[in-house]
């Protein structure tokens, strides 16, 4: 089964996350960038969603971290994220994330979708 990590310091957020895509997916999750970092080289994931708003560390420093580390370079990263500016896909998108997604998650099928186009899933 593929594998999804969630960044996310959010409670209420991570939940929803995992019960939209734990049917589909295994989830491993981290409530900040650092935790992270720390833990994503041994996690064996697929694709990682990640928020912007973390404490400590942001989402764009941590996607800056793992673009330089040759364990975790290649994995693809969704920017999870409340920041729906006009504009605001397109900074993320030239930031390094490939792909884009706002919160509040309200669409769940269009997240399954996206992560599906990206990752695929097992059958």
């Not at 500016?85 to 309200?106: A, C, L, Q, S």
């Given at each position: 089964m593929k594998r999804i990590a969630i960044v996310e310091d959010n409670p209420d957020n991570l939940m929803l996350v995992e019960a939209i895509l734990n049917s589909l997916y295994e989830t491993v999750s981290y409530e900040s960038g650092i935790d992270a970092l720390a833990g994503l080289a041994d996690a064996n994931v697929d694709l990682v969603l990640l928020d912007i708003s973390l404490p400590r560390m942001d989402g764009v420093a941590v996607l800056e971290s793992m673009r330089l580390d040759d364990r975790l370079k290649h994995l693809p990263v969704i920017a999870l994220t409340a920041h729906a500016?006009?504009?605001?896909?397109?900074?993320?998108?030239?930031?390094?994330?490939?792909?884009?997604?706002?919160?509040?998650?309200?669409d769940f099928n269009a997240l399954i979708e996206m992560v599906e186009r990206m990752i695929g899933r097992d059958k």
């Open positions: 500016m006009v504009g605001d896909r397109e900074k993320y998108m030239n930031k390094g994330f490939d792909e884009y997604f706002t919160k509040p998650i309200v």
